[in-house]
């Protein structure tokens, strides 16, 4: 069983930054593809960015490519995503994701252990 919990959240102005974290549980992190996800009042959620066990894989949606960037630290059971730039659109709820092996998925059923959340609220 993995635990996630994510920090970082908050507001900001258009064009500004955060950084989120998310802190996992267990000993077996490093054997789990770690993803992002968002999620806004009544839509469904919706894939950010995805990052392979060692780090040196990633994927992104289309509406953050280059304005995001997902890490991770496998020392500190740790992923991350820098958001620069941000803009009113990317107000959502943020959540932490991880499955286990090496596929990487956009779909959220594929993934089996979930943070709480965390708010991102951009204003303009």
């Known amino acids: 069983q993995v635990q996630l919990v994510e920090s970082g959240g908050g507001l900001v102005q258009a064009g500004g930054s955060l950084r989120l974290s998310c802190a996992a549980s267990?000993?077996?992190?490093?054997?789990?593809?770690m993803a992002w996800f968002r999620q806004t009042p009544g839509k469904e959620r919706e894939f950010v960015a995805a990052?392979?066990?060692?780090?040196?894989?990633?994927d992104y949606a289309d509406s953050v490519k280059g304005r995001f960037t997902i890490s991770r630290d496998n020392a500190k059971n740790t992923v991350y995503l820098q958001m620069n730039s941000l803009q009113p659109e990317d107000t959502a709820v943020y959540y932490c994701?991880?499955?286990?092996?090496?596929?990487?998925?956009?779909?959220?059923?594929?993934?089996?252990?979930w943070g709480q959340g965390t708010q991102v609220t951009v204003s303009s």
């Open positions: 990052i392979g066990r060692s780090g040196g894989t990633t």
């Open positions: 994701a991880g499955r286990p092996g090496i596929f990487f998925s956009k779909s959220a059923r594929d993934y089996n252990y």
């Open positions: 267990g000993r077996t992190f490093s054997t789990y593809v």
